[in-house]
């Protein structure tokens, strides 16, 4: 598999697009205006305390209170309490937790008005950021992730990441950790530490620790009536994408700023320096996200209606409560397969653009899709196992049930940021009111014809478009038309009608007879 990262800046946000051959899986948008990323830590000011919900709102200076559950705590919240109170103080200069005593741990069904008062600063770290009227979420324990490794403080707890499978790897990794993590630390082993050299996770442990003492040297130098401030912030939205997904699949990196294109070559300096010559800079008027056929993925992919091979076709809505995805065939058919056999395929087809959709459109909370009926038992398992098996690369946390009785799959997925929302409907060329993007008429031709020349037997087809299309599909060389005709082993008259609106096309035969 080969991975490109496209990353386009400009003056006032950076978007990253994730191509895997070629194809749209991933797209993130940072704004300069983000000032509360997943990952940021604060020293905030606790607001509200509420009894009844065992919660507390807290100030960490967005214009909603943000939401802190007692189960977010931690449990040795005395702890970081005292050691931040000391730092603040300046009673404790040595941040490095060798000397330090812990507290005990809280009782983990308390209630949280023994343990937090109004007006009371503390530590927290983002955990999801603000979505639509809702302010963000935080919890109080700290931890600082690595490339390898994620550092948790006031932890002595070595713990390794489930995708690791081996258990001798798993048993090397503890070892290793248990004996250069310093005290007073805890760590969570990821899963591309995975048969790394004890150097590579000592380094990353060393950066990780470094960006703990920067961040309890600013608490120190942060005043009482300066809160709420940010004490630590996440690693900008590129090396954070690296940093999580990097491998050896990635073929390029490329971006048209000159800065983000220094910081991503020091980072992959970092990381993996035999990788650094993949990082290139976009100097060609043509726009960056044109060149790589970005921008048409974007606009034939974030539609309420998404197409697939073989006529198939998704249909996306979105509720208060729930997402709802709709599985359909379209007028497709196949003589050679059974019904049974024809859902299965479509289904199978649907569940990897499913697995896609939802990282592209970073989907959460609950996702109900309604597949084509199949009443073999062996069907229904082996959509199940391929859709597992396509969202197994989905880094965000989520559980699948098998289908229902009633065909249905539902899918939980961990909320963390915004849905991405884009707009693919433009106004209609034709007259009144929206349509979708122009250019995915393009994809809406080949789709029918493709269906027309496999499925069905017609000696001669004529296309008949508006003349804008026909001329669009006839320039350059190769033109589509061409390329259709090397593709298919036959040619396509393609027929300028001026009567056509502009998004109108139809097949017909050499008599003039519409093909359906």
Not at 181 to 205: C, Y
Request: include cysteine; charged fraction near 30%.
């Amino acid at each position: 598999m080969k991975t490109e990262l496209i990353i386009r800046s400009n003056s006032s946000d950076i978007d990253f697009a994730l191509l895997k051959d070629g194809r749209l899986t991933a797209l993130n948008n940072e704004s300069n205006e983000n000032k509360f990323s997943v990952g940021d830590i604060f020293l905030a000011k606790i607001g509200k305390v509420l009894s009844g919900l065992n919660a507390s709102f807290v100030n960490v200076g967005y214009e909603k209170d943000g939401f802190l559950h007692y189960h977010d705590l931690g449990a040795q919240l005395k702890s970081l309490n005292r050691f931040i109170k000391g730092i603040s103080t300046g009673k404790i200069k040595d941040y490095t937790l060798k000397n330090f005593q812990l507290e005990k741990d809280i009782d983990k069904n308390g209630s949280i008005v023994d343990v937090l008062k109004t007006g009371q600063n503390l530590l927290v770290q983002i955990v999801k950021e603000p979505i639509s009227t809702k302010g963000p979420r935080m919890s109080s324990e700290i931890s600082i992730a690595g490339r390898y490794l994620v550092l948790v403080p006031f932890s002595d707890r070595v713990s390794v990441s489930q995708k690791i499978m081996d258990p001798d790897e798993k048993e090397r990794l503890k070892r290793l950790i248990k004996s250069i993590k310093p005290k007073g630390f805890g760590v969570i082993i990821r899963t591309v530490a995975e048969n790394k050299k004890v150097a590579e996770l000592d380094k990353d442990l060393h950066n990780s620790l470094e960006r703990w003492v920067v961040m309890c040297k600013k608490i120190r130098h942060s005043k009482a009536q300066q809160t709420p401030v940010k004490v630590l912030s996440e690693l900008n939205r590129a090396s954070s994408i690296l940093r999580d997904i990097f491998n050896d699949s990635f073929t390029s990196i490329v971006t048209n700023d000159e800065t983000m294109y220094l910081e991503t070559k020091e980072y992959l300096q970092e990381i993996a320096p035999e990788k650094e010559s993949i990082v290139s800079l976009y100097n060609s008027k043509l726009p960056i996200f044109e060149k790589f056929g970005i921008e048409r993925q974007i606009k034939t992919s974030f539609g309420k209606t998404v197409s697939m091979s073989k006529g198939a076709y998704l249909v996306i809505e979105h509720t208060e409560a729930l997402h709802v995805i709709d599985v359909n065939s379209g007028n497709r058919s196949n003589k050679a397969m059974s019904q049974a056999d024809t859902a299965l395929e479509v289904n199978l087809i649907a569940a990897s653009e499913i697995a896609r959709q939802l990282q592209l459109r970073d989907m959460g909370g609950i996702i109900v899709v309604d597949f084509i009926d199949m009443h073999l038992a062996e069907h229904r398992q082996k959509l199940y196992d391929h859709l597992r098996n396509e969202m197994a690369f989905d880094r965000t946390k989520h559980k699948i049930l098998p289908p229902s009785k009633f065909g249905l799959v539902q899918i939980t997925r961990q909320r963390v940021r915004p849905e991405l929302v884009i707009k693919t409907q433009e106004p209609n060329p034709s007259g009144l009111g929206e349509v979708e993007a122009p250019i995915v008429i393009i994809d809406k031709i080949e789709a029918e014809l493709d269906k027309l020349i496999t499925l069905k037997e017609h000696k001669k087809i004529l296309l008949n478009v508006h003349p804008f299309i026909a001329a669009y599909l006839k320039k350059g060389i190769p033109s589509i038309q061409h390329r259709w005709f090397t593709k298919y082993r036959k040619w396509i008259k393609i027929l300028p009608r001026d009567a056509y609106q502009y998004l109108n096309f139809e097949f017909t035969n050499n008599k003039g007879e519409l093909i359906e």
